[in-house]
């Protein structure tokens, strides 16, 4: 059992890692979301029959649980804050985080997920235990979002 | 058409440290807690218990001194055969405290975990049992994962066990030495001797912060090197899988 763990394990903890990452924005939170699915996918591992899409669920659902505590409760602003003149590549991408940084949990995920997994709306609202519905509703709101806040980049279609 | 590309978001992604060996003991003792508590078990005896034990003389003749108990069931901690088998493969001047032992898988132990003190500074020791068949890597010094740029040897043990003996890894700033026994299904004991200690965990559901989970999963180094010697180790793996068999 724990060589097949682990042979999961280095299969697909940096994926999840990135996964993380575009929903926290945080390298080192993304890590302990890692470890958090990974952990809890140890204890159930008898009972999972698919453990990749369960790890995405369990990451998925861990870092919006979060997001609901109130201590760790983002906070907008209704400006991106001053950075430095960087190269336009560079500068481009830092916009598009942190725009998405801004995007409200939910919508964010069903981004990560439709855009960055590639998940169809149907799994994706089976990571998120929602309606298809939904997910269209969220993911396009989200969109919406993103354009908003970065109306000109190439990276927004 | 995809009407919005986050990979370039990724870009600038740093390496990545985890190692399945902590995803595999974290969920080591999340399973015992689970265990623990469906059994009626106090979570105490899961997630730690001060104990002190000091050696009087060495051996059957060793003193054992409970101090400050979180519970009443570690009480029953000294008289277990793995924290024993520890006393007796420790140098006597040296004191074990913080003991930790993780509830049996049916009749088989699952993990201890305890400091050590050789009055250069407390350091962890971590020991691993691995009773099912398949659990170990038969040849775990071919995989980079495990040897992470450490030197790794392997030697026969008979017929039906190797023993596998990880130095220091060159790289972070916890330094620890791994010993396996592995058996020729799979199963086997594991040691990992470390330079650190660690903040206790919390009790389970509590939640953590990033910088938290960081700062245990970092430890903080309290000597250069860790106190056991690799011949310690080796004699100490050798009494724990005698009695893990």
């Known amino acids: 059992v724990e060589q097949e763990f682990r042979a999961l394990y280095v299969a697909r903890a940096p994926a999840l890692r990135r996964t993380a990452y575009l929903l926290c924005g945080d390298w080192h939170q993304a890590e302990d979301l890692v470890q958090v699915a ?12 698919s453990p ?6 369990v990451l998925v659902r861990s ?15 209704s400006a991106l804050p001053d950075r430095p003149v960087v190269e336009e590549l560079h500068e481009d991408r830092e916009a598009v985080r942190s725009a998405l940084r801004r995007v409200p949990p939910r919508q964010r995920a069903c981004l990560v997920l439709r855009y960055f997994e590639d998940l169809s709306v149907t799994d994706t609202a089976r990571v998120l235990g929602c309606t298809e519905g939904n997910v269209k509703s969220q993911t396009s709101r989200g969109l919406d979002a993103l354009r908003a806040l970065v109306p000109d980049r190439e990276a927004l279609c | 058409m995809n009407p919005l590309d986050l990979h370039d978001l990724i870009a600038d992604e740093p390496p990545y440290f985890l190692l399945p060996d902590d995803a595999v003991r974290a969920g080591r003792r999340r399973r ?17 218990t001060a104990l002190a034990l000091t050696a009087g003389g060495g051996g059957p003749t060793s003193q054992l001194q409970v101090g400050a ?15 024993q088998v520890v006393r007796q493969h420790t140098p006597a001047s040296w004191s074990i405290d913080e003991v930790t032992v993780d509830p049996k898988d049916g009749n088989d132990y699952t993990g201890w975990q305890g400091y050590v003190d050789d009055g250069q500074g407390r ?22 994962e495990f040897v992470q740029g450490a030197s790794c040897v392997e030697t026969q043990l008979g017929a039906d066990r190797r023993l596998v003996v990880r130095g220091v890894r060159p790289v ?15 199963g086997g004991v594991s040691l990992d001797a470390d330079n650190a200690t660690f903040p206790a965990e919390p009790p389970a559901g509590t939640v953590v912060t990033p910088a938290e989970k960081l700062a245990y999963s970092t430890g903080t180094v309290t000597r ?3 106190p056991y010697t690799t011949d310690q180790l080796v004699e100490l793996a050798k009494a724990l899988d005698e009695l893990s068999v």
């Open chain 1, 52 to 57: 990749d899409a369960w790890l995405r669920q």
């Open chain 2, 224 to 226: 250069p090197a860790p």
């Open chain 1, 63 to 77: 870092w919006v649980d979060e997001t609901r505590r109130p201590w760790r409760r983002e906070r907008t602003t």
């Open chain 2, 69 to 83: 108990s979180q519970s009443p069931s570690t009480a029953a901690l000294p008289g277990d055969p793995i924290t």
């Open chain 2, 172 to 186: 972070g700033h916890v330094k620890s030495v791994f010993v396996v026994i592995v058996h020729t299904d799979g």
């Open chain 1, 38 to 49: 990974f952990t809890k996918l140890y204890g159930n591992w008898r009972r999972v029959d």
């Open chain 2, 123 to 144: 350091a962890r020791l971590y020991l691993g049992f691995s009773p099912h068949p398949g659990s170990l890597q038969q040849h775990p010094c071919g995989d980079p």
């Open chain 2, 32 to 48: 015992s807690r689970r265990r623990a508590l469906a059994a009626g078990t106090t979570a105490a005896a899961v997630t730690g």
